[in-house]
Nanobody, 121 residues
Framework: QVQLVESGGGLVQVGGSLRLSCAVS????????MGWFRQAPGKEREFVAR????????SYADFVKGRFTISRPNAANTVYLQMNSLKPEDTAVYYC??????????????WGQGTQVTVSS
């Protein structure tokens, strides 16, 4: 069983930056496609970004393109989400996700516990 542990959330002002980390253990990291989702209060969970097993392919939700970057140095067994130019609407619990499929599906098989990001104006 793969375990995912997020960190790096917190309170930041509008326009600021945060880097979320997701440490992966329990299985071979490079076998898993990885990604990030988020859920704001009163809203459904939504896709943010995904990265392929090799790290060679990434995709983003339109509302974060140009602001967020997902990466995965496989030697570190960690996936990152660099978030820049943060907006109040980015406030949410951010979840790391993993799946054995080549491309992370809309309903990944494995989830972390989430980390809170709050953007204050």
């Amino acid at each position: 069983q793969v375990q995912l542990v997020e960190s790096g959330g917190g309170l930041v002002q509008v326009g600021g930056s945060l880097r979320l980390s997701c440490a992966v253990s329990g299985r071979t990291f490079s076998n898993y496609a990885m990604g990030w989702f988020r859920q704001a209060p009163g809203k459904e969970r939504e896709f943010v970004a995904r990265i392929s097993r090799s790290g060679g392919s990434t995709s983003y939700a339109d509302f974060v393109k140009g602001r967020f970057t997902i990466s995965r140095p496989n030697a570190a067994n960690t996936v990152y989400l660099q978030m820049n130019s943060l907006k109040p609407e980015d406030t949410a619990v951010y979840y790391c996700a993993a799946d054995l499929k080549v491309i992370l599906p809309t309903e990944p098989g494995y989830w972390g516990q989430g980390t809170q990001v709050t953007v204050s104006s």
